[in-house]
Every structure is written in structure tokens, then in C-alpha cells.
């Protein structure tokens, strides 16, 4: 139902290879400093995994969804922090700009970030609202021809790189979201623009996740995305996209911690024998690989839609809520297998462990996808076969 075609099947070998030769050899270094992974930014660049899903007349690759989920499952293999990186640019930054922004937006800011010549960020968080993303504080007031920016974001990735940021500021607090919330593009060293505080995380701690402070933030009046009132519509379209790539993210991590919680297993002797002998690890390692097939499946399901221009509100959730938790249970039953060597840091099953537990946070929290996927359930009638 969801085979690869051969096309695709060589995107996913190329980025299996770059990301076992580039990335995983500095992988536990990037982790231990919180470091930025500048080179490797660069040369995703240059291959056109920051702009998989954009024409190509706008600089991009000209891919869909299917392969965006490749490319961010075979880099999140190896280190979730890169694949994160990819996903927060292409998902939220760049295809806001796609989706909503008019023609010459997209020609304008599209073309540096799909080259990689910009990394780019998107404001939706802030400290007073998470799941609660209607009540944003952060504000947009019109002065003539520009626009003035105050307020904050929060947990930003790329925040602190980012030569641009999609922020969703209110410009009508009576309105409230449903026509009170804008969205504006901000570009990096514009006066009362700055990144904030860098997080000090858990895990996926190479990429990079910061505030963005405004303060009397002037931009022009061109730089709004969309309708006035509109962006926090805008921002749930962008989010049905954007949570494809959080399922292909954990799939990455689902993936990377079975492969080495079997290469481990086929190595670890106890009693006489290999522990992958035994039965209760065999029962383990099945229960992984289901959950893992069963995640991929779903997640490709909504990636296809996706491209046939299906709208994938539930799929997308769907997706995000299973890929997510059965991730996070994969991971950690990672952690198990490798017993007491799974606690620390020479093995990878740690890190995946830390890693992973974002999934079911960031882009909406599994309580939010459980809600979405109800309304959207209980607002279609009951099929009568």
C-alpha cells in the first residue's frame, strides 16, 4: 500500500548515508556542549533538505511530503537534534510563508530559506501560552506604514540562528483568535528584535531552542503573512503539516533505539548465551518493531494525503498521537534491553531515551491531538456503511 518508488528509495539511502558519516560521529560531543551543528546546517543546504517540499522554482527540491518524512525519519535515526532543526525550518518558518503569504513573500524570503542560506523560526509559544495558543500576549500595533512589535516567544527552535522568524502577534485582543491574531515575518537584525535566553534541555540538546524578545519591534507593513486577523488559522494549516514531521522525527527515534537495542542484544551474553535468545527479549523486540511498523503506516497515510491536497486535520494527529507515545515506549523499552549499560552514556540508548520525550510535547501536546482528533470525529456524521 505505501511502497517506496525508486526515486525515493535513493533519497532515503543518501540521507541514510550522510547522516551515518556527517552527523553520527560528533553526535555525543554536540549532545555533552549543547552544541550547534553549523557544518552539517549547511550541507543539508546544499542536498535541499531545507526546502524537501518547496518548487523548485522557489529555490526548493520539488518533493512532497512522503519523502519529507524520509529524510526527517533517516536523520532523527542518528540524532533527533538534526532532524528537529529540518522539521521546525521546513514545516513551520517556510511553509507558513507557502501557504499563507502572497506571491511576492514567497519570492522574497522562500528562496534563501530553502537554499539554507537562511535558517528559519516560527513564534507561536509563549510563556503564558502553550497548549492555550489563542491566548497570546505578544502584540502587533499598526503605526502608518509599519507595524510595532512587543512581547515574547518561547521554547523557539532555531530561535537563536534563525535569519528569519514567522511570529503570530494579537492585533485585535477583542477578537480574540478567531480573527484577532496576525502572523509577520521578522528577519534577523531588525531593530528591537533579539533571541533570548538559550534552553538548557533534556534532550535533543544540539539543536537549538530559545526565546525571541520584541521590543518596540518595527517592520513593514509587507511583512504581515496573510489576511490581518487571520494567522492563528493559518497557523492550525500550517500545524497539520507540521505534525507529520513530528511522527517522522519519532519514527526516527523509535527506529534508531530498536536498531540498537538488537545489535545489543545479539552482543550481550548472559547464562551462556546471547540475551537475544531469550524469550522475554525476543517479546520485547517484537512489540518494538509492531508499534514502529504500525506508526510508519500511519504517518505515511497522512504524508500521501497530504500531497494529494487532502486536508489531514485527523490523519495528522493521528499520526503525531500514536508515532509519538509509541516512541517514547520503544525508547524506553531501549533502556531495558540494555540494562544497567542503558543508563549511561556510552551506549545510545540514553540518549534516544531523552530525546524522544519531546515528541509528545512539542506541536501540540497528545492531550491536544486526543481533542483534535475528537472534534474532528464528532463533527463529520456517522458513516451508515
Not at 547522516?19 to 551543528?37: L, N, R, Y
Not at 538488537?262 to 518494538?288: C, H, P, V
Request: contains cysteine; hydrophobic residues 40%; glycine residues 12%.
Amino acid at each position: 500500500m505505501f511502497g517506496l518508488t525508486d526515486e525515493q528509495k535513493q533519497l532515503q539511502s543518501a540521507v541514510r548515508s550522510f547522516a551515518e558519516g556527517e552527523i553520527a560521529p560528533h553526535v555525543s560531543e554536540w549532545d555533552e556542549k549543547s552544541e550547534f551543528p553549523h557544518a552539517v546546517v549547511k550541507k543539508l543546504g546544499e542536498m535541499g533538505l531545507l526546502g524537501v517540499i518547496f518548487p523548485e522554482e522557489l529555490g526548493g527540491a520539488g518533493m512532497g511530503y512522503v519523502e519529507y518524512v524520509l529524510a526527517v525519519e533517516e536523520l532523527s535515526r542518528v540524532d533527533g537534534s538534526v532532524g528537529i532543526i529540518v522539521a521546525a525550518h521546513n514545516s513551520l518558518c517556510t511553509n507558513h510563508i507557502m501557504l499563507a503569504g502572497n506571491d511576492a513573500q514567497r519570492q522574497r524570503w522562500i528562496p534563501k530559506l530553502a537554499s539554507g542560506e537562511w535558517l528559519g523560526a516560527w513564534g507561536l509559544t509563549e510563556p503564558g501560552s502553550g497548549s492555550d495558543a489563542g491566548g497570546a500576549r505578544t502584540t502587533a500595533v499598526k503605526k502608518g506604514d509599519k507595524w510595532v512589535l512587543n512581547g515574547s516567544k518561547t521554547f523557539i527552535t532555531n530561535g537563536s540562528y534563525a535569519g528569519c522568524a514567522v511570529v503570530l502577534a494579537v492585533t485585535d485582543k477583542a477578537k480574540g483568535a478567531s480573527g484577532g491574531i496576525s502572523a509577520f515575518v521578522v528577519e534577523k537584525g531588525t531593530p528591537g528584535f533579539r533571541p533570548g535566553r538559550k534552553e538548557n534541555k533534556l534532550g535533543l540538546r544540539a539543536s537549538d531552542t530559545s526565546e525571541l524578545i520584541f521590543e518596540d519591534c518595527e517592520i513593514p507593513a509587507e511583512n504581515l503573512v496573510g489576511k490581518e486577523g487571520e494567522g492563528f488559522k493559518d497557523a492550525m494549516r500550517v500545524l497539520d503539516g507540521g505534525r507529520i514531521s513530528i511522527a517522522a522525527l519519532s519514527l526516527g527515534m523509535g527506529r534508531g533505539a530498536l536498531d540498537a537495542a538488537m545489535k545489543y542484544s545479539q552482543e550481550r551474553r548472559q547464562f551462556g548465551k546471547t540475551i537475544s535468545e531469550f524469550q522475554a527479549i525476543q517479546f520485547k523486540l517484537a512489540d518494538m518493531a509492531t508499534e514502529l511498523d504500525a506508526a510508519w503506516l500511519l504517518t505515511m497515510r497522512a504524508a500521501q494525503m497530504k500531497d494529494a491536497g487532502l486536508k489531514v486535520t485527523k490523519e495528522s494527529a493521528m499520526a503525531k498521537l500514536y508515532a509519538s507515545e509509541a516512541a517514547c515506549r520503544i525508547c524506553d523499552e531501549g533502556v531495558q534491553i540494555h540494562g544497567g549499560y542503558g543508563f549511561i552514556k556510552d551506549y545510545p540508548a540514553e540518549k534516544f531515551y531523552r530525546d524522544v520525550r519531546l515528541c509528545p510535547i512539542g506541536e501540540g501536546t497528545s492531550e491536544i491531538q486526543r481533542m483534535v482528533i475528537a472534534r474532528e470525529l464528532l463533527g463529520s456524521k456517522p458513516s451508515r456503511g
